[in-house]
T-cell receptor
Framework: GAGVSQTPSNKVTEKGKYVELRCDPI?????LYWYRQSLGQGPEFLIY????????DSGLPNDRFFAVRPEGSVSTLKIQRTERGDSAVYLC???????????FGPGTRLTVL | DAKTTQPNSMESNEEEPVHLPCNHS???????IHWYRQLPSQGPEYVIH???SNVNNRMASLAIAEDRKSSTLILHRATLRDAAVYYC?????????????????FGQGTILTVHP
């Protein structure tokens, strides 16, 4: 079956611009996670959704970052006033339930010039 | 979250077994040991997990020390496709640890190189 998909695969933007990154989880998965991975580092947790609500957003670095999942399926990560330090691969994962294995998408590579 | 320690890198030859170690001396009784791996230019993928007993699946085996302060991921016959970064992760799956909401806390992992 279809895995987790993320669009776009690559995004290049200029400093100060707004970007949206999309995640389509596996159908039926209630849990959805966003992670960010900088070069040479392991992924870093950003936010977790259970259904439509953000159950834990403790990993969001500041208020320029926001994520939504309005219908409990597709999620969008939004970054305002992008900075060069936001450049990274943004990974989305979904799981059937809270403690089940997480299935990751291929990621969106964001480059802020 | 309890911390894990892994070697930065390891090398293996194709078709030979690989033993990837992980130390987790501060592990709590409710921490499960999870392994994920990340192939080049891909997202991480689940490999295996366990609590106390050794575990086997089609991908690998997980050997857990009796005191649970260390574990070893075993790839029985390495292939070139197994070249990846391997992450050892602890997840507290008790109700008291529920505030972690299942998030994975990745370290640096072990870079596994497989030689033909």
């Amino acid at each position: 079956g279809a895995g987790v998909s993320q669009t776009p695969s690559n995004k290049v933007t200029e400093k100060g611009k707004y970007v949206e990154l999309r995640c389509d989880p596996i159908s039926g998965h209630t849990a959805l996670y966003w992670y960010r991975q900088s070069l040479g580092q392991g992924p870093e947790f950003l936010i977790y959704f259970q259904g439509t609500g953000a159950a834990d957003d403790s990993g969001l670095p500041n208020d320029r970052f926001f994520a939504v999942r309005p219908e409990g399926s597709v999620s969008t990560l939004k970054i305002q006033r992008t900075e060069r330090g936001d450049s990274a691969v943004y990974l989305c994962a979904s799981s059937l339930g809270l403690w089940d294995e997480q299935f990751f998408g291929p990621g969106t590579r964001l480059t802020v010039l | 979250d309890a911390k894990t320690t892994q070697p930065n890198s390891m090398e293996s030859n194709e078709e030979e077994p690989v033993h990837l170690p992980c130390n987790h001396s501060t592990i709590s009784g409710t921490d499960y040991i999870h392994w994920y791996r990340q192939l080049p230019s891909q997202g991480p993928e689940y490999v295996i997990h366990g609590l106390t007993s050794n575990v086997n699946n089609r991908m690998a085996s997980l050997a857990i020390a009796e005191d649970r302060k260390s574990s070893t991921l075993i790839l029985h016959r390495a292939t070139l496709r197994d070249a990846a970064v391997y992450y050892c992760i602890l997840r507290d799956q008790s109700s008291a640890g529920g505030t972690s909401y299942g998030k994975l806390t990745f370290g640096q992992g072990t870079i596994l190189t497989v030689h033909p």
